[in-house]
């Protein structure tokens, strides 16, 4: 009895612990069962989000994307100063249009006047400039075309403000007829003029006010068609120089500029009451204090025109 009794209470704990062996087994697989779908579960969060994170990525911008800044002359000109931070306005492109037209004949294709008009629409598509808007600098100064006429060639100028944009050249027959204008025994000329200027006030830095008149100068000495870019230019590229520099000794004077004037126009002509009004009225306009220079390029064609005046008289 007591040996029955012995081997049913090792049969219990057997049975006791093969129950506790497998259920203790049962709880690791639905632990590792539990783990599997855990890590599936979150690998599929890391896809997802993955996913929406992709989706998420900013767009490059494209064509479409809307104009940030203005076109400005700086960006498609070789110019410098003010002008090449003024962004380019319609009423710039129109006067330029015209210019062309009048010179020769249409508005060139490629030209000065066709890079402008596109650059203004943008410029007005975009709300940077009204339909109606002239930069300072091409309304004070002017925007021009020129041609000169050399041996064998046509040489086309095209400037906004006294700065070339644009310069191409054309054949042209040979032609032994003189191309300097006629001048009255006698009378001073606007060249003579501007080399009196260059002793009178030959120290001073040239300025905006200094190039404007130098610029009318030349186009009443040459005429509103025929004309050279050289000297105009000369001072308005040290104008924009002198603006950029602090000493005055480092900044480039008057009598730089305007020494041997009358051989750096294409043609010249006395002067007249009419251009040195003309011309007082382009050096005021650009002057901070709306006035000349005493000994500067208009006062010495006033003085001039005042010479002519009584000499004719």
Known sequence: MNSIGH??????????????????????????????????????????????MSQAQPRRPGADDQQQQ???????????????????????????????AT???QTQKGGPAAVMQSAAARNEGAGFVGHRDVTDVAGDQGVTVTE??????RIITE??????VGRHEEPTPVSLAPTTGRVEQGAITIGEALETTAQTAGDKPVDQSD???IQAAEVRATGSTVT?????????????????????????????VLAGATAKLAADKAVTRQDAEGIASAEQRNNPNADTHPGGVAASVAAAARLNENVNG
């Open 7 to 52: 081997h049913t209470q090792q049969i219990r704990y057997h049975l006791h612990t093969g129950l506790d062996y497998y259920n203790t087994k049962r709880e690791k697989i639905e632990r590792k069962t539990a783990q599997r779908d855990a890590r599936s579960n979150s690998d599929n969060s890391i896809v997802l989000l993955t996913l929406k």
């Open 70 to 100: 203005p076109i400005k002359y700086g960006d498609l000109f070789n110019v410098s100063g003010d002008l090449a931070q003024k962004p380019i306005a319609p009423e710039d492109a129109a006067m330029m249009q015209t210019a062309e």
């Open 103 to 105: 010179i020769m004949g």
């Open 148 to 153: 000169t006429d050399v041996p064998g060639r």
């Open 159 to 164: 400037s906004v403000g006294g700065q070339v």
């Open 211 to 213: 190039a404007a008149a």
């Open 228 to 256: 050279t870019p050289g000297l105009a230019a000369s001072a308005q590229s040290a104008a924009a120089h002198n603006e950029t520099v602090d000493r005055d000794e480092d900044k480039i004077k008057l009598n730089q």
